[in-house]
């Protein structure tokens, strides 16, 4: 055995050595994994994990297990962990005797990396056991012949989760949502099931339960044979008048409805006055039968289990899961199902009907043989709970695993706060050997905001076509609608099973100061994700997604915080955040504030994404001079000739600095008065003491804005954006920052915001006194937005919440709309 010294371990050293009459088996490796720079810092934490190892076979002499505690192979001892996923370990198995020993797994992969190597007259059996992303227990079998000399069960440890807390959790998250996502086929490691009592198993699921309880099964149906159920039929054959006997309902019948049977004969049967005996009628005869329900239905359950068994083999012999079908399961399959339709072809089953009717009887829940067919058939036909210690059930690797949670387990965020839409949400794909989510926009789930009504989709595998370069394929987007926008604002989201444990002189070590994080090279792939997913609009390319981050395995949400690769993500939208089961405040809080920001506080964040063009167009702010139109005449005189003429001395202030021009139409000028009509200044002209609005072509905005009891006495200088979303006259009224900013809140919670200002003419008030949104009114005031909620209670919110972080006064504003 190497020496361990220092606590460090750069050779492999021995875990496990077995004895036996037979042989001597030794499994090398290093007792700890990357996580940890050294054996001694493995040895000096706390952890409360045990490892399984199960030792069964002719003959065992010694089982020793490698002690990290004192450095040394011991034969009592308390396994502590010390295989571990991605490791890699060597088996060597040294012969004792002339047996021909070989080495067999259930997992082709793993049987065939252990082979015999000749050593002069004798051999040894040698490989490497690695275990890449799979944790649970593995079973290998050193036989002769067929004959298991020794069976060997280590437990493989995950090196980036809690065995105990994260993994286990993991795997019941995934299950429970959708049933079997979490099972594989075949693979390197198991864990224990039980039965369920409901639920349809996949093929995966029914090898199990097949190779458990064939072989009983098999026993049953042959218990049967030797002693089936029967039952006495009544038949009735046709017979000559003088060998009819006894009678019953339905040969009386028969005669009955036959009178010409019968004839007139001296000593006959007296009716009426006649003297008569049928010359021919119906006897009674009792038959032993063994067409019973219950037979059918035995018959029926074999004829099932060969169609599934057939499913299974042709899946096997067909699937891409393995390049080459493993030849051992799929002979074993095919003896069963031989066997089975061995029985059915023997004389006793040959002669049972079909079934034709649902059966329950006390036949099968009591009679040998027939119940333990029976309650075998059942079981076989349900799934697998992973809990307990009956049924060895793969599960996909710890990658695969991870991916599936993030996505449903962001969907379970999204739930907790937002009503689903859409409860057709995941579909899977159950046409292979296991079941897997279906990597197209299908597998999605669509809720909706509950006050502002806005839609936010959670999409699984989105393929994103038709970019410039290539395909994108990332694990989760989330897209968030904003209200007064065309289009929808997407992050990515991306799984990646993979940390980098910042050990101490490492370049990560160094350059993030020891904290744990993501790959550097997965971050890069955020990049790559966010620049090249781009939409092409009459226009340039823009980016439509907003930010992309990596989700990876990590439980200390509070000291990530320091880590740069988090503190990136407020400054350009790009990085990493801890995702396990019992770490998810990060996210929740996340994903909550992404939902609950502005249009414009993303703009901000992001670099030139989607619509910064357009958002920096309305930071310039295309003027539009919203002028009175004083008499129909006018107004019709305008709208012929493109021209609009107004007085000089109305003008005063800023009006120069207009691009647009629209008309404000009182009662006395129009039916439907407001805003109808606004156009780009072609051309301005001064005329005497007029100036002359030219335009090409008059606009119809596409709701006419109302005036709601105010009105414009002379004009106003507002925005373009803010006239193409107004619906109401105030609305065009927005002097400050701040109450352009606290009506874009308010109209995302609706498009009925109510505003008094503190005049009933628009170019002379100088403020919104206040603002009203579902019997709640906003205050506007020096230092603070003073809030009044429908029970009259009164909240303030510091007015440089406002301005620096706006999502936040949202949130606050969507929990005053809900106090009842």
């Given at each position: 055995m190497a020496s361990l010294h220092s606590g460090s371990v750069k050779t492999d050293v021995e875990l496990l050595y077995i004895e036996t009459d037979d042989m001597t088996v030794v499994i090398k490796g290093k007792p700890y994994h990357e996580k940890f720079e050294g054996l001694a810092q493995y040895r000096n934490?706390?952890?409360?994990?045990?490892?399984?190892?199960?030792?069964?076979?002719?003959?065992?002499?010694?089982?020793?297990?490698?002690?990290?505690?004192?450095?040394?192979?011991?034969?009592?001892?308390?396994?502590?962990?010390?295989?571990?996923?991605?490791?890699?370990?060597?088996?060597?198995?040294?012969?004792?005797?002339?047996?021909?020993?070989?080495?067999?797994?259930?997992?082709?992969?793993?049987?065939?990396?252990?082979?015999?190597?000749?050593?002069?007259?004798?051999?040894?059996?040698?490989?490497?056991?690695?275990?890449?992303?799979?944790?649970?227990?593995?079973?290998?079998?050193?036989?002769?012949?067929?004959?298991?000399?020794?069976?060997?069960?280590?437990?493989?440890?995950?090196?980036?989760?809690?065995?105990?807390?994260?993994?286990?959790?993991?795997?019941?998250?995934?299950?429970?949502?959708?049933?079997?996502?979490?099972?594989?086929?075949?693979?390197?490691?198991?864990?224990?099931?039980?039965?369920?009592?409901?639920?349809?198993?996949?093929?995966?699921?029914?090898?199990?339960?097949?190779?458990?309880?064939?072989?009983?099964?098999?026993?049953?149906?042959?218990?049967?044979?030797?002693?089936?159920?029967?039952?006495?039929?009544?038949?009735?054959?046709?017979?000559?008048?003088?060998?009819?006997?006894?009678?019953?309902?339905?040969?009386?019948?028969?005669?009955?409805?036959?009178?010409?049977?019968?004839?007139?004969?001296?000593?006959?049967?007296?009716?009426?006055?006649?003297?008569?005996?049928?010359?021919?009628?119906?006897?009674?005869?009792?038959?032993?039968?063994?067409?019973?329900?219950?037979?059918?239905?035995?018959?029926?359950?074999?004829?099932?289990?060969?169609?599934?068994?057939?499913?299974?083999?042709?899946?096997?012999?067909?699937?891409?899961?393995?390049?080459?079908?493993?030849?051992?399961?799929?002979?074993?399959?095919?003896?069963?199902?031989?066997?089975?339709?061995?029985?059915?072809?023997?004389?006793?089953?040959?002669?049972?009907?079909?079934?034709?009717?649902?059966?329950?009887?006390?036949?099968?829940?009591?009679?040998?043989?027939?119940?333990?067919?029976?309650?075998?058939?059942?079981?076989?036909?349900?799934?697998?709970?992973?809990?307990?210690?009956?049924?060895?059930?793969?599960?996909?690797?710890?990658?695969?695993?991870?991916?599936?949670?993030?996505?449903?387990?962001?969907?379970?965020?999204?739930?907790?706060?937002?009503?689903?839409?859409?409860?057709?949400?995941?579909?899977?794909?159950?046409?292979?050997?296991?079941?897997?989510?279906?990597?197209?926009?299908t597998a999605k789930r669509v809720y909706r905001h509950p006050q502002t009504k806005e839609k936010i989709t959670l999409i699984y595998q989105k393929r994103e076509r038709k970019l410039p370069t290539i395909t994108q394929v990332p694990d989760t987007m989330l897209s968030i609608e904003k209200k007064g926008k065309d289009y929808e604002y997407q992050y990515v989201f991306d799984a990646k099973y993979r940390i980098d444990f910042a050990l101490a002189g490492t370049t990560y070590g160094r350059n993030y100061h020891g904290i744990p994080g993501p790959m550097e090279e997965d971050i890069n792939t955020m990049h790559r994700y966010r620049d090249s997913i781009v939409v092409n609009e009459k226009g340039p390319f823009e980016r439509k997604a907003f930010g992309a981050y990596v989700l990876f395995p990590w439980d200390n949400e509070e000291i990530y915080q320091e880590h740069k690769l988090y503190k990136s993500i407020e400054e350009v939208n790009i990085g990493g955040l801890p995702f396990l089961p019992n770490a998810t405040s990060i996210v929740e809080q996340f994903v909550e504030r992404l939902i609950d920001k502005s249009p414009e506080e993303i703009q901000q964040e992001g670099i030139l994404p989607r619509g910064t063009l357009s958002e920096w167009e309305s930071t310039i702010e295309e003027k539009v001079l919203v002028v009175k139109v004083s008499n129909e005449t006018e107004y019709k005189s305008a709208l012929h000739d493109r021209t609009f003429k107004i007085s000089a001395n109305r003008l005063n202030k800023n009006w120069q600095e207009a691009k647009y021009i629209a008309l404000y139409t009182t009662r006395e000028v129009a039916e439907n008065n407001g805003v109808t009509y606004y156009a780009e200044i072609k051309e301005v002209r001064i005329v005497g003491d007029e100036v002359w609005y030219v335009v090409d072509k008059w606009n119809v905005l596409s709701d006419n804005i109302k005036p709601v009891g105010y009105g414009i006495s002379n004009y106003v200088i507002t925005g373009l954006n803010n006239l193409l979303e107004a619906k109401e006259l105030p609305e065009l009224f927005m002097r400050s920052k701040d109450e352009r900013t606290l009506w874009r809140i308010l109209a995302r919670f609706s498009d009925r915001v109510k505003y008094v200002l503190d005049d009933y003419s628009l170019d002379v008030a100088k403020s919104v006194e206040s603002f009203s949104i579902k019997d709640m009114k906003l205050f506007l005031r020096k230092d603070y937005i003073m809030v009044e909620d429908r029970l009259g209670k009164e909240h303030r919110i510091p007015l440089n919440t406002l301005r620096d972080n706006p999502s936040e006064v949202f949130k606050k504003l969507a929990v005053f709309m809900e106090v009842r």
């Open positions: 934490l706390d952890l409360h994990d045990s490892m399984r190892l199960i030792v069964h076979g002719e003959g065992i002499r010694t089982v020793q297990v490698f002690d990290i505690n004192n450095n040394q192979l011991q034969e009592k001892y308390s396994h502590r962990p010390i295989f571990f996923e991605n490791g890699v370990y060597q088996l060597i198995v040294s012969p004792k005797g002339a047996k021909d020993l070989y080495f067999y797994h259930e997992h082709q992969g793993l049987r065939n990396a252990v082979d015999k190597v000749n050593i002069g007259d004798s051999y040894v059996l040698m490989g490497n056991l690695q275990f890449r992303n799979e944790v649970g227990l593995s079973t290998f079998e050193i036989r002769c012949t067929n004959n298991k000399l020794l069976t060997v069960t280590i437990e493989v440890f995950p090196t980036k989760l809690d065995y105990q807390k994260d993994y286990q959790k993991l795997l019941e998250e995934v299950n429970d949502e959708i049933y079997n996502l979490a099972y594989h086929f075949i693979k390197k490691t198991y864990l224990s099931a039980k039965a369920k009592l409901e639920g349809t198993p996949s093929r995966s699921e029914f090898l199990r339960l097949i190779e458990s309880h064939f072989d009983k099964l098999f026993q049953a149906i042959h218990q049967i044979e030797r002693q089936p159920h029967h039952k006495l039929t009544t038949t009735h054959t046709r017979v000559r008048g003088d060998q009819l006997g006894r009678q019953d309902q339905k040969a009386r019948h028969y005669l009955k409805k036959r009178p010409h049977l019968f004839v007139g004969v001296k000593d006959g049967i007296s009716i009426g006055a006649k003297s008569v005996m049928p010359t021919s009628g119906l006897n009674i005869k009792k038959e032993l039968t063994y067409d019973t329900h219950e037979n059918r239905f035995i018959k029926w359950m074999m004829n099932r289990l060969i169609e599934k068994l057939e499913d299974l083999i042709e899946t096997l012999q067909n699937s891409r899961y393995d390049a080459t079908p493993d030849v051992e399961i799929i002979n074993s399959l095919s003896q069963m199902k031989l066997k089975l339709i061995g029985k059915i072809n023997n004389q006793s089953w040959r002669n049972i009907g079909k079934l034709d009717r649902s059966v329950m009887s006390l036949v099968l829940q009591m009679e040998p043989g027939y119940r333990d067919a029976f309650q075998i058939y059942l079981l076989v036909s349900r799934g697998l709970a992973l809990q307990g210690n009956i049924y060895k059930m793969s599960v996909k690797d710890v990658a695969t695993l991870y991916e599936y949670w993030t996505y449903l387990k962001l969907g379970q965020i999204l739930g907790k706060k937002y009503e689903m839409v859409d409860q057709d949400i995941v579909k899977v794909n159950r046409g292979g050997l296991f079941v897997n989510l279906q990597p197209n926009a």
